[in-house]
């Protein structure tokens, strides 16, 4: 039997990656991570996979981001009992990212089935718990970079720092075969570089058969951005959100960005080159990673994220009152919320009391997916929906994307061509199609042949031969265009918040009923 690639997720979207690789002796994932973003894509995280987890004999996790790991304890409770090999780094903020994310799935549910009771619709059950997300960490076993891991019968792996967060890396597969073993590298989420919190992503030299790499952000062109520079740049965002009045609020992604940003924050503060004022983190899962980055984070002899502690200017807010007293504070301040896409967490909190008000400043520091309400604050909506509820959007919404943790499509590029020469063929995942189609671009003019790059579909499979592939058939849980594409949840707050802003808007009560009758003679069934 030939091995097998099917790409389970993160395949014409960024979210929910998830690689199994089937070989003569044994079945392998290359993460599991949990889809985000609209709901049509969330609603697989409910379904059963797409394979049977008790067959998978380990997972290889490149890190802990809940895109790549995040089903998981769903995997443990269909079945699977082998180990998860992840770098030590990797393991410690699983263990409060997971558990983080079963609180989640258990308070959605709570609230999901109040309202289905209310309907008279059937109760549904988390996707798992705190308990089950606990009980996973067991099957953890922790890797070093750079050393060859036995990790399943005839196949090896070896981790090199990818420089996108704390403990992650890319993954180097080596599969016994007759002929000797088929190489393939998968890249995970790979770092800018150049940065002071992070290693330069590394990898593999010296060619191999295949190579799947992410292309999140593909079609991206950032300007090299010194660590002062970066640090400039977010002191201007400070006195500009100053300037108007405050406070300033940053959608945090928990882990790492909420780190550098803190360390950024604080280093700026302590040197006086933005009004000094109170900093707030208002996230438990946040204050619980800065724990494991003072433990875990170290660069050589030295910490970088050494100075952020809850003393002086920053605060920790850990119970949900704490937050709501933010409320009562006016005038020039900082707080950081979760969730960085503005889609879940505390931080839709703030947004509904803040978001209205022009003194306020909203500063968006990383990506911002597709349906997410991040992506339209950004996109320059002036009405948005939250939890149901309609918002004018008259706070300044900033974006600041040197914090970004993902490599752009020169890095990218380079990252590739330093790997090659690839025998086989470069799979582009994990990445929306636009982007995909860029980096893909990009690579046929630096010489790479158009047939040797693959963007792979959601459930798509191939054999892998040495120098190419066949596409074997595959039962495809959605339609090849939908994973990236805005649904009909999205199109119903669309058509809402339009309604909304035209009824606003018109001369007089007249007209807004005139508006009102049309549509509903639209909405009478067609005799
Ligand atoms: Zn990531």
Redesign the pocket.
Known sequence: MKTELTFHGAASCVTGFCARLRTESATVLIDCGLFQGPKTLKALNYQRFPFDAAAVDAVLLT?A?I??SGQLPKLMRAGFVGPIYATSGTRALCEIMLADCGHIQESEVEHLNRRNERRGRPLVEPIYTVRDAERVMRQFAAVDYEQWTQVAQGVRARWWNAG??LG?ASIEVEVDEAGGPLRLLFS??LGPGGRDYLRDPTGPAGGGDHLVVESTYGGAERPPCSPAERRAALAKEMMNAHEAGGPLLIPAFAVERTQELLADLIQIVDACEAPPGEIFLDSPLAIKACDVFLKHGWSGTSNPFDRIRAKGHLHYLEKPWESDELDNLRGWHVIMAGSGMCDAGRVRKHLKRLLWRREATVLLTGFQAVGTLGRLLQDGRKTVRIQGEPFQVRAHIRALDIYS??ADGPALQRWIEARGPIGGRLFLAHGEPEAAKALRERLIAAGFSADSIVSPVLDQSFRLERTGVVESPSQRRLGAAQPAALDWHNARSELLNDLEERLDRAQDDATRLGLIERLERDLQPKA
Do not use: E, L, T, V
Request: aromatic share 0%; net charge negative; charged share 20%.
């Open positions: 890190h981001h895109d790549h996108h967060i992650s995970g989420d943790g993902h």
